[in-house]
């Protein structure tokens, strides 16, 4: 099965929810019970004054599994909103990562050369090693994990795709 046939079926999903505790683990139980599978998964407030969070989910399934969980997630009692950005339109995803890289010598010199191609920036310096930030699509940030390995990779830490639609229309 080729990446794009296998992209086709990953799905970034926003949830609008009231703030307030037991959301996240009513939504995630959703997903377990199910045997889903949650490849992303980030929370964050993003209305103090009503009280919302935003919940992006990415996760794969068939189109019939996938309106199974849009349709089980709006049943939640918390829930206000649930849309389907991979397929209402436009949007806009990225993923922030931490990657610590170990290296000397050449192999040092080669990791800032490809942290510049990938436009990731050394925000801590050793001289043993580095930590590189970088932002992207998911895609991005895996080939620049993938090129750091050979290279003295020793840890890496992500934050899961954020996403919104574009255009004027609020979620």
């Given at each position: 099965?080729?990446?794009?046939?296998?992209?086709?079926?990953?799905?970034?999903?926003?949830?609008?929810?009231?703030?307030?505790?037991?959301?996240?683990?009513?939504?995630?139980?959703?997903?377990?019970?199910?045997?889903?599978?949650?490849?992303?998964?980030?929370?964050?407030?993003?209305?103090?004054?009503?009280?919302?969070?935003?919940?992006?989910?990415?996760?794969?399934?068939?189109?019939?599994?996938?309106?199974?969980i849009?349709?089980?997630?709006?049943?939640?009692?918390?829930?206000?909103?649930?849309?389907?950005?991979?397929?209402?339109?436009?949007?806009?995803?990225?993923?922030?990562?931490?990657?610590?890289?170990?290296?000397?010598?050449?192999?040092?010199?080669?990791?800032?050369?490809?942290?510049?191609?990938?436009?990731?920036?050394?925000?801590?310096?050793?001289?043993?090693?580095?930590?590189?930030?970088?932002?992207?699509a998911?895609?991005?940030?895996?080939?620049?994990?993938?090129?750091?390995?050979?290279?003295?990779?020793?840890?890496?830490?992500?934050t899961?795709?954020?996403?919104?639609?574009?255009?004027?229309?609020?979620?």
């Amino acid at each position: 099965m080729t990446n794009a046939v296998q992209d086709s079926n990953r799905h970034t999903i926003s949830v609008l929810v009231d703030n307030e505790s037991g959301v996240l683990a009513r939504v995630i139980g959703l997903f377990s019970g199910r045997g889903y599978n949650i490849e992303s998964l980030t929370v964050a407030e993003v209305d103090a004054r009503e009280n919302l969070s935003r919940i992006t989910i990415v996760t794969s399934g068939t189109r019939m599994i996938i309106e199974q969980i849009k349709n089980q997630l709006r049943r939640l009692v918390p829930v206000h909103k649930v849309h389907d950005l991979t397929i209402e339109g436009p949007h806009v995803s990225r993923e922030l990562a931490l990657i610590k890289v170990a290296s000397t010598g050449e192999k040092r010199v080669e990791a800032l050369r490809i942290a510049d191609i990938f436009r990731a920036r050394a925000i801590d310096s050793t001289n043993e090693s580095f930590v590189f930030e970088v932002v992207g699509a998911t895609e991005k940030v895996d080939a620049f994990v993938t090129l750091m390995q050979p290279l003295g990779l020793i840890d890496v830490s992500r934050t899961g795709v954020v996403a919104i639609a574009r255009g004027p229309k609020a979620l």
